[in-house]
């Protein structure tokens, strides 16, 4: 007899089955015992009525993980509205050590810590394996998406012997006796690309050295990114955001829908254009709701990203908002400038539900712009990037997105540390 999962289960009523997993809870009446068995997609509950058969089971511990064999019978009482009937049931290995939490609870009743600490065993629990059933469908429908739109997807290296960007701290190791670093983003990497593949983009890892101990940051985590050639402006790439966030709702929606419905997440609209609002603007709006002196700041703190969010809500019933032409002192060297006002850029952050998401632009694509951008620089460690320019590049443009950032947004988690499987930040190495 195969395996049957609790998702199949329904679909065998009258039949018997084999269901395998964990014993998640068990319930002892005075002539029945009811077990809660749980597998990777869900809970079903075995009726036990033989006297002989509760008895045996009673002393089991939650997570022993056991076969059973039964009838399929159809109940709207029963979890997923099915149980087993007439079982056998094998113990296939027990647990050495009692939880520290109980998993059969709706949430976890632990610390965020301690919860980190016991990763293999939480990691168990619906609640976190649903926001890893959310992110899995989140990067399928980024795929499609860029997919769809002529994109392909590649691989680039994550040691690399220089800086992606300015101003972030680098994880240093030794390469076979040479210095190299874990890399800041895939960013010069998939601008060469564009000179050969033209639309590109790649989901890894990205490593920052930077000394946050925020409920956002972590020094590990996962980077959407995208690159396309041939671009007008910045436009072009927040038309290609659009679509990008868009599939990866439509994909949460199809995928992962009982995750959705556990952890009651509200999948935003996204509308055909996503509201926009310039970065000088953005900061005018605030100063004259707030009355803090924030215009000519070279960049939004979070208070005003979350009063942003709250305004896009109102004025444009939108999750999603849209904050272009960052100053140019606050963007890396490969930044494009605005033309009309060269003290801003063609760039942008898509904020989604007042926190950063997504970070793009338009990128220089001429050599001599990025000697003047490098002035003072050495160039050596650049020269293989720097090649494209010199050997002629388009007009192209690009973005990055955090995927522990939007599904932690997506989920309502206070941290994201709470919908990453096992994350790394500044005090966390294992497990």
Known sequence: MQRCTTTEV????????????????QRHLARVA????????????????????????????????????????????????????????????????????ELRRPQLDARLPTLLDNAALALRHPTRRATARVAAASVAGF???????????????????????????????DYFGTPAFLAQSPQLYKQVMVGALERVYE???V?????????????????????????????????????????????????????????AIELPDVPPEIPAVHFADAQRLIEASTGEAVVGEPDL???????????ARREHGSDLLFVVGYPMAKRPFY????????????SFDLLFRGVELVTGGQRLHRYDDYL??????????????????????????????GLERWVARLCGAANVREVTLFPRDMTRLAP
Do not use: C
């Open 10 to 25: 329904t679909g065998h009523a009258g039949q018997r089955v084999r269901l395998a997993g964990w014993l998640h809870h």
């Open 372 to 401: 003047a951008a490098l002035g003072g620089t050495d160039l050596a460690p650049l020269d293989g990037y720097l090649a494209a320019f010199r050997h002629g590049m388009p007009p192209h443009g690009g973005f990055a997105l």
């Open 34 to 101: 009811f077990l809660l068995v749980r597998d990777g997609w869900g809970i079903t509950q075995v009726v036990v009525d033989d006297a002989g058969l509760r008895a045996r089971t009673a002393d089991l511990s939650p997570e022993t993980v056991v076969e059973v064999e039964g009838l399929v019978v159809l109940s709207d009482q029963a979890p997923g509205g099915v149980e087993l009937h007439d079982p056998e049931v094998r113990v296939v290995s027990t647990p050495e050590v009692a939880p520290p939490f």
């Open 301 to 311: 703190a979070p208070a005003h990203e979350r009063w942003l969010g709250d305004w």
């Open 335 to 346: 930044t494009h400038p605005d033309p009309d006002r060269p003290g801003f850029s063609n």
């Open 203 to 205: 989901v890894g890892p």
């Open 207 to 263: 490593f920052r050295a930077e000394p946050h101990a925020t409920a956002r940051h972590l020094a590990q985590y996962t980077s959407l990114d995208a690159e396309l050639g041939f671009v007008r402006d910045h436009a072009d790439v927040m038309a290609v955001v659009r679509e990008a966030v868009a599939g990866m709702v439509a994909e949460v929606a199809a995928r992962a829908a009982p995750a959705v419905d556990l952890l």
């Open 143 to 173: 795929r499609r998406a860029l997919d769809e739109l002529g994109f392909t997807e590649v691989h680039t290296p994550k040691i690399v012997a220089t800086a992606t960007e300015t101003g972030a701290d680098l994880f240093e190791l």
